[in-house]
């Protein structure tokens, strides 16, 4: 059977139209606010379809990259890219390589640094990350961008005044030292009051804690400014263990550090000097975080090309919300701030074992000591005894 039409009574169909008027006008309101958002915000956005075709992009973006962009929306991105984008950039293939690669791997997020060379040079940060439909479809990839020129420069000069003042006072320190020990060694020969053999004992303990320190905070530059070279050579970790276990026992009458160690030695790659900080850091740390005094141990042991170190002290431990974070630049744990210390000893301990391409963690429970395990593959693949690791970190 055909149903007939329904006829609306002219009132009614004033009452729809109406409706249906301001329904589209609270759209046109709510995108007109959108737009008047995105339009307005310091970040430049592009909104890209799957196919390449460009959704939306607002004009902060063209001013980012010092171009005209009106117009492009519903063109292709590749195009837009080719045609006004690669011209600006400092490293043009560098970023279509890295776009292409993130919108052939549709799942990928991702935040990276590039750099626009013209008008003026600006460092640009990118967050580039897929948006889902509710229905869990891909609809597009979003790409932000936010000028960050300022911040990398202000870093830069942080950096630079942190080696300046480092390499500064490094001079001063070491002379210190040098006379302090000098004095100490007359002392002996022309006994002294006592008074005077502990002020010269603490002058000199306390230069060799100012060299640590601005030793830590000089690696520390190196480090965040890409300048931290490993020399790498052929060693057996360990004697480096021994060594300083032996060393930082001197340092300690309250502790016994003892050693197990596998018969023979323990050949790897590495950067002496580095991994004899590692442990150094790691044991000092130890000391330092038992004021009881007490046991520590070094267990060496190696299994499948991998030399693995554990370092257990009986000390105050770690609280469990601290522990994700004392591998952190500057972090220290509530409770130590009367203890000396930058909170870098652990950030550098980590970026040099990493940097061998090997691993550290904690096991660790407040008041009830902490063990560090650190491993080491013997031979890192992409070093060998001849070549000086020199990557960025
Ligand atoms: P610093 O010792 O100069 O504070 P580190 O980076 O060496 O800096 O250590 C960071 C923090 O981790 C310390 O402040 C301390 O809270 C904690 N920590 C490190 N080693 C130990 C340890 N063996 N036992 C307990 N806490 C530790």
Redesign the pocket.
Known sequence: MIRKPEILEPTERAVTHAALESSLLALAEAQSTLAAVLENTNNGIFFVAPDLTILYVNRRMGELFGIDLRGTIGRRKTDVINERIMCQMEHPEEFLERLRYLYRHTEETAVDEVVVARPTRRVLERYSAPVYKDDGALQGRIEVYSDVTEVRELQRNKDEFLSLVSHELRTPVTSIKGYAQLLRRRARQHPVSDQTAVAYETIDRQATRMQELIDSLLDLSRLESGRLHLQVSELDFSDVATRTAEMVQMTTDDHAITLSVPAGPLWMVGDERRLEQVMT?LLT??V??SPNGGPITVALSKSDGTITALIT?R????APD?IDH?FERF???QG?AESS???????LTKRIVERHEGSITVD?RIGGG?T?IVTLPVQPSNVSAEDEMVRTP
């Not at 210390?341 to 950030?347: D, E, H, P, T």
């Open positions: 850091n740390n130890a330092r975080y002290d000390g105050m431990g770690i601290a004392i972090y220290r744990a130590v210390g930058l909170g870098i000893g652990l950030y660790s902490s560090f």
